[in-house]
């Protein structure tokens, strides 16, 4: 499919648009702009929608843009839908300027030095890298985090794919499940966690340029290699962002920091597994704004549905527009369970046919599913988790079904979320 | 009775006295021949079970305790004594037994056991699973 490309200008830098525009189309690429009157304050919905379909989305910088609502709403809708902005400088621009604050400044070039092959250059780059799925269920114990860690261990075991989690939850359990405590409190004293990289100042914060150390392995790299398989860890004082010690200048700080190291993670994975707390708070709506693809899982019961309901009604109010069955996986998690009562007729058959019938979520719900497995528990407490890949289910002595489950969901869902 | 069924049973009944002929009559008569032909099968040769190797044995008891693969295992132990005895070593063992073997050339049973059980202990301090509150 032919990835399209943004453009965000005014009709003053009109002439650098249509320099860079030709030059996309040469490598296959679609250049689209909004028409003038998506642009308006009404029509924003619409105006997210479009910008949401486009893979990247290049800024042209000059004052004009500094000063044009256009601009900024065109901004917001890519930051809201998780678009790549690539911030092209087309006229002097002052220090301060707000504009230039809010876009990828890792990516910024200037028009004026390195011309159109630097914007192909830049397009190009933006468009290779991982994809980011999101964890997300608004209610909470459906099993985001234990599934995350074992069907992504599944892909990186059996389908090779290279894998980076976030753990975007003050809880933090996905790094409790890698990580034994004194692994974590090493991590935590390194300044090594997710929080080091939402704090721009002091003796916890970490530059940007500094992310790529970050990630903890979870496998023994082989022969000096890196490995495919590593985890950004979390940190409780996450709680700091979702609750209100922190003021709108740090979130907004934390906001921009949390977009360049998705981006730098996406460089080096096939996939950015984001597991997010359940609630909507402002961590909720940063994986919502990096997610290429969200991933509900549900259990068979009634209050998981409800839970289904409120992520559909939050993601489309983060995003600004209506939404796609295309951009959610639903997978069910816990079926075939014969510890409970079927006294109300087989929960799964009733769940699935619930969902299958619901006109939003009813093309998104996999036609997989994980069965309810000890095997998806904790790892033992007396043994040695030296490996932290050892702990997850897929590498574990014993169920063969659950395994099996877990790489074809795995398999399905990376599909789904492919461009 | 044909000459044929006669040259068979004058060569069954060869070096016997009629008491033994008697008598084996009687066990054919009592018996099917499916208990009598698995009978006349000589039983197969069982090799010797081999004697395991009692410092491999009690190196794989000692690190049971790590979760994961035996090539893994056996690399943490390959690399603990390199580290413990500050020797260079290039090697990748297949699994338990392959590591003990390949580090005999380097060191007397006696350190591989010790080293298996200071790696327990290094492992059990590193990894111990114990929360601390505050």
Redesign the interface.
């Given at each position: 499919m032919t990835a399209a490309i943004y453009l965000a200008f005014e009709p003053e830098d009109a002439a650098a648009a249509e320099a860079i525009a030709p030059a996309l189309e040469r490598e296959g690429w679609s250049p689209r702009r909004a028409a003038a009157d998506q642009r308006n304050a009404e029509q924003s919905a619409s105006l997210s929608q479009t910008v949401s379909e486009a893979a990247a989305v290049l800024v042209l910088v000059s004052p004009a843009a500094e000063a044009s609502d256009g601009i900024r709403r065109e901004v917001t809708a890519a930051l809201n839908n998780g678009r790549i902005l690539i911030p092209v400088i087309v006229a002097n621009m002052p220090a301060d300027s707000r504009l230039l604050a809010s876009l990828d400044v890792d990516r910024q070039l200037d028009f004026r030095v390195q011309g159109v092959p630097a914007v192909v250059e830049a397009v190009r780059g933006a468009l290779q890298g991982g994809r980011v799925i999101a964890m997300l269920n608004i209610k909470g114990g459906v099993g985001k985090t234990i599934l995350a860690a074992n069907l992504f261990a599944a892909a990186h075991l059996i389908d090779k794919r290279e894998i980076s989690f976030v753990d975007l939850d003050p809880q933090h359990n996905l790094t409790q499940y890698f990580l034994p405590p004194g692994e974590r409190h090493r991590v935590r004293a390194a300044n090594q966690t997710i929080y080091s990289a939402f704090i721009a100042s002091g003796d916890e914060g970490r530059a940007r340029s500094d992310f790529s150390a970050l990630p903890v392995p979870l496998t023994r790299g082989k022969q000096g290699k890196r490995s495919g398989f590593e985890l950004v860890a979390g940190d409780e004082r996450l709680f700091e962002f979702t609750l209100d010690t922190r003021s709108e200048r740090d979130k907004a700080e934390a906001f921009s920091r949390f977009r360049a190291m998705i981006s730098m993670l996406r460089t080096r994975a096939d996939a950015v597994v984001i597991d997010a707390n359940p609630c909507a708070t402002f961590l909720t709506r940063l994986a919502i704004t990096a997610a290429d693809h969200i991933v509900a899982p549900v259990r068979p019961e009634t209050y998981s549905l409800t839970g289904l309901n409120m992520l559909e009604q939050v993601v489309r109010s983060v995003r600004g527009r209506p939404l796609r069955p295309g951009e959610f996986s639903v997978l069910l998690n816990g079926v075939n369970d014969r510890t409970r009562s079927d006294a109300g007729g087989d929960p799964d058959a009733v769940t699935r046919a619930e969902i299958s019938a619901a006109p939003f979520f009813g093309s998104a719900l996999l036609e997989e599913a994980v069965p309810y497995s000890g095997a998806l528990r904790a790892t033992p407490d007396d043994r040695y988790a030296v490996n932290p890949i050892n702990v997850t289910a897929i590498m574990r002595v014993g169920g063969r079904q659950v395994k099996e489950a877990l790489a074809r969901s795995a398999a399905a869902i990376l599909r789904r979320a492919a461009p | 009775m044909t000459p044929a069924q006669k040259a068979i049973l004058r060569a069954m009944a060869r070096g016997r006295s009629k008491a033994e002929l008697t008598e084996m009559f009687a066990l054919i008569r009592a018996r099917s021949d499916r208990t009598l032909l698995a009978a006349l099968k000589t039983p197969k040769k069982r090799a010797a079970k081999k004697a395991g190797d009692p410092v491999v044995k009690e190196v794989d008891l000692a690190l049971r305790?790590?979760?994961?693969?035996s090539a893994?295992k056996a690399?943490?132990l390959v690399e603990h004594m390199a580290r413990k005895h500050r020797v260079a070593l290039s090697v990748a063992p297949k699994g338990v037994a392959d590591g003990v073997r390949r580090l005999r050339p380097h060191f007397s049973d006696a350190q591989i056991r010790a080293g298996a059980k200071s790696l327990l202990a290094e492992?059990?301090?590193?990894?111990?699973?114990?929360?601390?509150v505050v």
């Amino acid at each position: 499919m032919t990835a399209a490309i943004y453009l965000a200008f005014e009709p003053e830098d009109a002439a650098a648009a249509e320099a860079i525009a030709p030059a996309l189309e040469r490598e296959g690429w679609s250049p689209r702009r909004a028409a003038a009157d998506q642009r308006n304050a009404e029509q924003s919905a619409s105006l997210s929608q479009t910008v949401s379909e486009a893979a990247a989305v290049l800024v042209l910088v000059s004052p004009a843009a500094e000063a044009s609502d256009g601009i900024r709403r065109e901004v917001t809708a890519a930051l809201n839908n998780g678009r790549i902005l690539i911030p092209v400088i087309v006229a002097n621009m002052p220090a301060d300027s707000r504009l230039l604050a809010s876009l990828d400044v890792d990516r910024q070039l200037d028009f004026r030095v390195q011309g159109v092959p630097a914007v192909v250059e830049a397009v190009r780059g933006a468009l290779q890298g991982g994809r980011v799925i999101a964890m997300l269920n608004i209610k909470g114990g459906v099993g985001k985090t234990i599934l995350a860690a074992n069907l992504f261990a599944a892909a990186h075991l059996i389908d090779k794919r290279e894998i980076s989690f976030v753990d975007l939850d003050p809880q933090h359990n996905l790094t409790q499940y890698f990580l034994p405590p004194g692994e974590r409190h090493r991590v935590r004293a390194a300044n090594q966690t997710i929080y080091s990289a939402f704090i721009a100042s002091g003796d916890e914060g970490r530059a940007r340029s500094d992310f790529s150390a970050l990630p903890v392995p979870l496998t023994r790299g082989k022969q000096g290699k890196r490995s495919g398989f590593e985890l950004v860890a979390g940190d409780e004082r996450l709680f700091e962002f979702t609750l209100d010690t922190r003021s709108e200048r740090d979130k907004a700080e934390a906001f921009s920091r949390f977009r360049a190291m998705i981006s730098m993670l996406r460089t080096r994975a096939d996939a950015v597994v984001i597991d997010a707390n359940p609630c909507a708070t402002f961590l909720t709506r940063l994986a919502i704004t990096a997610a290429d693809h969200i991933v509900a899982p549900v259990r068979p019961e009634t209050y998981s549905l409800t839970g289904l309901n409120m992520l559909e009604q939050v993601v489309r109010s983060v995003r600004g527009r209506p939404l796609r069955p295309g951009e959610f996986s639903v997978l069910l998690n816990g079926v075939n369970d014969r510890t409970r009562s079927d006294a109300g007729g087989d929960p799964d058959a009733v769940t699935r046919a619930e969902i299958s019938a619901a006109p939003f979520f009813g093309s998104a719900l996999l036609e997989e599913a994980v069965p309810y497995s000890g095997a998806l528990r904790a790892t033992p407490d007396d043994r040695y988790a030296v490996n932290p890949i050892n702990v997850t289910a897929i590498m574990r002595v014993g169920g063969r079904q659950v395994k099996e489950a877990l790489a074809r969901s795995a398999a399905a869902i990376l599909r789904r979320a492919a461009p | 009775m044909t000459p044929a069924q006669k040259a068979i049973l004058r060569a069954m009944a060869r070096g016997r006295s009629k008491a033994e002929l008697t008598e084996m009559f009687a066990l054919i008569r009592a018996r099917s021949d499916r208990t009598l032909l698995a009978a006349l099968k000589t039983p197969k040769k069982r090799a010797a079970k081999k004697a395991g190797d009692p410092v491999v044995k009690e190196v794989d008891l000692a690190l049971r305790k790590i979760l994961g693969p035996s090539a893994e295992k056996a690399e943490l132990l390959v690399e603990h004594m390199a580290r413990k005895h500050r020797v260079a070593l290039s090697v990748a063992p297949k699994g338990v037994a392959d590591g003990v073997r390949r580090l005999r050339p380097h060191f007397s049973d006696a350190q591989i056991r010790a080293g298996a059980k200071s790696l327990l202990a290094e492992i059990a301090g590193r990894y111990s699973k114990r929360e601390t509150v505050v």
